[in-house]
């Protein structure tokens, strides 16, 4: 079985780029998580889905982040503008079931690292 | 405020002693807990878990313990090996969450040939 696969595995972009990030999830699995690490820290959530749905993208900072997961399949991560502040790994995760039923293992992607420059 | 919390940012251990990571936590909500492994460039995998009504999960070299009342977990590795060597995150799930972890900053072990 194929894992999450992300892309692109590194970017580099100066402040205030635009950044895009892309996360194909495990063929099944319905919820959809984007975290961010940032360094010397453990991941934190930005956008969860369920489906197509956001469902909780309380995290997400929405002045300059948005996501997108059409289809309920693939998901993308935007930035615009990119802050120097924004310097992390973006990781995609996801399992199969939604809401409180299903799996409670998220299977992660290798992530994306964002550096801004 | 850190939910969880992982206060050894390293540990280096002998090859074939035991490893034992520690996590603490404050949230009485939560009710499943999973560590995860980290090798550089990789990201995180799923290593053993334990829900709140057990004390004690085993998977082979991995055990992890539950203190509910310390409010407190551990992970053991024995025999360490050097292929342990990797970061670890404790993460935890509150009850209808919807299965959203909350991880701590992590440790890197270190096991020395």
């Known amino acids: 079985e194929a894992g999450v696969v992300q892309s692109p595995r590194y970017k580099i972009i100066e402040k205030k780029q635009p950044v895009a990030f892309w996360c194909n999830p495990i063929s099944g699995h319905n919820t959809l998580y984007w975290y961010r690490q940032n360094l010397g820290q453990g991941p934190e959530l930005l956008i969860r889905y369920e489906n197509e749905e956001a469902v909780d993208d309380s995290q997400l900072p929405k002045d300059r982040f948005s996501a997108e997961r059409l289809k309920g399949v693939d998901s993308t991560l935007k930035i615009q503008p990119a802050e120097l502040g924004d310097s992390a790994v973006y990781l995609c995760?996801?399992?199969?079931?939604?809401?409180?039923?299903?799996?409670?293992?998220?299977?992660f992607g290798a992530g994306s690292r964002l550096t801004v420059l | 405020d850190q939910q969880v919390k992982q206060n050894s940012p390293s540990l280096s251990v002998q090859e074939g002693r035991i490893s034992i990571l520690n996590c603490d936590y404050t949230?009485?909500?939560?009710?499943?807990f999973l560590w995860y492994k980290k090798y550089p460039a990789e990201g995180p995998t799923f290593l053993i878990s334990?829900?709140?009504?057990?004390d004690k999960n085993e998977d082979g070299r991995f055990t992890v313990f539950l203190n509910k009342s310390a409010k407190h977990l551990s992970l053991h590795i024995v025999p360490s090996q050097p292929g342990d060597s990797a970061v670890y995150f404790c993460?935890?799930?509150?009850?209808?969450?919807?299965?959203?972890?909350?991880f701590g900053s992590g440790t890197q072990l270190t096991v020395l040939p």
């Open positions: 949230n009485s909500m939560f009710d499943y």
């Open positions: 993460a935890a799930i509150s009850s209808g969450s919807a299965r959203q972890l909350t």
């Open positions: 995760a996801s399992r199969v079931g939604t809401g409180n039923s299903g799996a409670n293992v998220l299977t």
């Open positions: 334990i829900s709140s009504i057990k």
